[in-house]
């Protein structure tokens, strides 16, 4: 079946620090890939997405490219803030009618 | 805010009873999914509703039900009740259900605590 896996937290930074969440996934087919956040007491929000292999997403700051040849959508950020401690999830969607298969999550903690 | 509501925030409840979750979708959304997001399974597809119907079926009990009203808003029965059905209970909703490309927008939860 479906999977994915991300690299497992807390991920613990300093400001202005490079961040990468490393995503790999398991699936039949072209799903389309995405990256959530959970802020502390919030549900999620999308940060951004891929539908096809070497397609870019990017929103904030931070990218993500859909490789195929290596199964991998990794989350990248130049330089993080404070503000982007938080939970990430990386997640895949297989087939049309759209249900999400989430990864573990990785918590963030970016300090100043 | 993204536009998708879900009452109550936080519920409190025993083992052994039953309690309703209540979502509101994004206006002109169709879809409605739930997902039950909790410390061992983590995030976990529960069920899918499209303009009324079922569509897809993830990880969800035979205690749990759902269904999606003509006005569009949905509802999670969970039944008799268990302590490891304390979690955090996500709806989400999109435009449609056939293509996968469309967005998810996500409510902020309901806490289900069971004790």
């Known amino acids: 079946g479906n999977s994915v896996t991300q690299m497992e937290g807390p991920v613990t930074l300093s400001e202005e620090a490079f961040l990468t969440i490393n995503c790999t996934y398991t699936?039949?087919?072209?799903?389309?890939l995405f990256w959530y956040v959970q802020y502390p007491g919030e549900g999620l929000q999308l940060l951004l997405k891929?539908?096809?292999?070497?397609d870019k997403g990017s929103n904030k700051g931070f990218e993500a490219t859909y490789r195929k040849e290596t199964t991998s959508f990794h989350l990248e950020k130049g330089s993080v803030q404070v503000s982007d401690s938080a939970v990430y999830f990386c997640?895949?969607?297989?087939?049309?009618?759209?249900?999400?298969?989430f990864g573990a999550g990785t918590q963030v903690v970016v300090t100043p | 805010d993204s536009g998708v509501t879900q009452t109550p925030k936080h519920l409190i409840t025993a083992t052994g009873q039953r309690v309703t979750l209540r979502c509101s979708p994004r206006?002109?959304?169709?879809?409605v999914y739930w997902y039950q997001q909790s410390l061992d399974q983590g995030l976990q597809f529960l069920i899918q509703?499209?303009?009324?119907?079922?569509?897809a079926k993830g990880n969800i009990l035979e205690r749990f039900s759902a269904q999606q009203f003509p006005d569009l808003h949905s509802e999670l029965n969970l039944s008799s009740l268990e302590l490891g059905d304390s979690a955090l209970y996500f709806c989400?909703?999109?435009?449609?259900?056939?293509?996968?490309?469309?967005?998810?927008?996500f409510g902020p939860g309901t806490r289900l605590t069971v004790t």
């Open positions: 989400a909703s999109s435009v449609g259900g056939g293509q996968a490309t469309y967005e998810q927008y």
């Open positions: 699936a039949t087919g072209y799903p389309s």
């Open positions: 891929a539908t096809k292999a070497d």
């Open positions: 997640a895949l969607r297989a087939d049309s009618w759209g249900k999400l298969q």
């Open positions: 206006s002109g959304d169709l879809s």
């Open positions: 509703y499209y303009n009324g119907e079922e569509r």
